[in-house]
């Protein structure tokens, strides 16, 4: 067995994030508080929360389609001799009236237990996320952290690697998506923005000061990507990659003019099940930027399912540290 150690306190962990869009695996192991190697991170894409927003239910087919990535997860996680899973889910399922008896089919079709997470708890595993891996200098200034989900979207805020304090938003790439953009027209286009915005402001005080914001989850992902124009996705190339608020207003305005499959043509980078949400994840983003009134964002491939393995590694550890380090 691949292991980094064979001492007593290491441990190999699995976290599956169930995202109102993506079901993502990772595999992680320890041997002590502040380190971990990264032994798989899988990412897929479910669509639960499609219809979400209107319905308040995970359909059927969502379901199914959950289930069968679960039930791919539950292979590698076999295979890699896991020695426990965490399974967490966000927006999607907190919004869903069914939850109950999703989890119930969730546990009896692939022995998975599921731990719906508040927004707050959200925002906070965000944030811890997104500073994986960040040298200490980096974090020596007002750091911000931005979750853009496909139902909720977080924004978090800390100082020298500590979590301040943070939100969760009911605006994500799917829920704007659904509610706005499934026929792309100036006018609901500048609808769903005036929306983004409202939202923002509502949720936020506007004497937030942020030096630095570490962006995660799948658009700043593939928006980074289409800068380096990958022809796959790679993220080891995108992580710790920098835009300026004009490379973003640049993408958009391609993003906006193309249909998800000319896009899909263009930036094969880009997954096909994430084209369609695409504009609607680069909005927010974008109106993110403007009310921090900040002219660059820095990616991170890392995020919410990174931050749950640094909270399962502190439990198992029984300490806390502010800094780790990813062995990838």
């Not at 200034?141 to 979750?147: C, F, K, Q």
């Not at 989850?217 to 790679?234: E, H, I, N, R, V």
């Not at 990659?241 to 207003?249: A, G, K, R, W």
């Amino acid at each position: 067995m691949d292991r980094i150690t064979s001492g007593i306190n290491s441990m190999r962990q699995a976290v599956i994030d169930i995202g109102t869009n993506t079901c993502l695996l990772l595999i992680a192991e320890a041997e002590k508080a502040g380190e971990m190697k990264v032994i798989a991170d899988v990412h897929a894409i479910a669509r639960l929360g499609a219809g979400v927003d209107k319905s308040k239910s995970i359909q059927t087919d969502a379901y199914e389609r959950l289930k069968k990535i679960l039930l791919d997860h539950k292979k590698v996680i076999e295979e890699k001799k896991v020695d426990k899973t965490a399974a967490i889910a966000t927006s999607a399922m907190r919004d869903a009236e069914n939850r109950d008896e999703i989890i119930r089919k969730v546990k009896d079709g692939t022995g998975f237990n599921i731990e719906i997470i508040s927004g707050e708890d959200e925002s906070l595993l965000s944030y811890r996320g997104a500073m994986c891996g960040l040298p200490q200098q980096e974090l020596q200034s007002e750091v911000g952290a931005l979750d853009i989900g496909g139902g909720s979207t977080e924004l978090s805020f800390g100082k020298n690697g500590k979590y301040e304090g943070g939100k969760s938003i009911n605006i994500g790439a799917v829920r704007i998506t659904e509610r706005f953009l499934s026929h792309r027209t100036p006018d609901t286009i500048q609808t769903a923005r005036e929306f983004i915005r409202s939202e923002i402001e509502r949720g936020f005080d506007g004497n937030i000061v942020v030096e630095k914001l570490i962006t995660v989850a799948g658009t700043p992902s593939a928006l980074g990507a289409m800068k380096l124009q990958l022809p796959s996705f790679d993220s080891k190339k995108v992580n710790g990659l920098v835009l300026s608020s004009d490379e973003l207003q640049t993408l958009n305005e391609e993003i906006f003019s193309l249909t998800s499959q000319k896009l899909i043509n263009k930036y094969p980078a880009v997954h096909p099940s994430r084209a369609d949400i695409l504009p609607a994840g680069a909005l927010i983003l974008e109106e993110v930027i403007r009310f921090l009134n900040i002219k660059e964002f820095h990616i991170s491939t890392y995020g919410l399912r990174y931050g749950t393995m640094i909270r399962e590694f502190e439990k198992r550890f029984s300490t806390t540290t502010d800094a780790w380090n990813i062995i990838m």
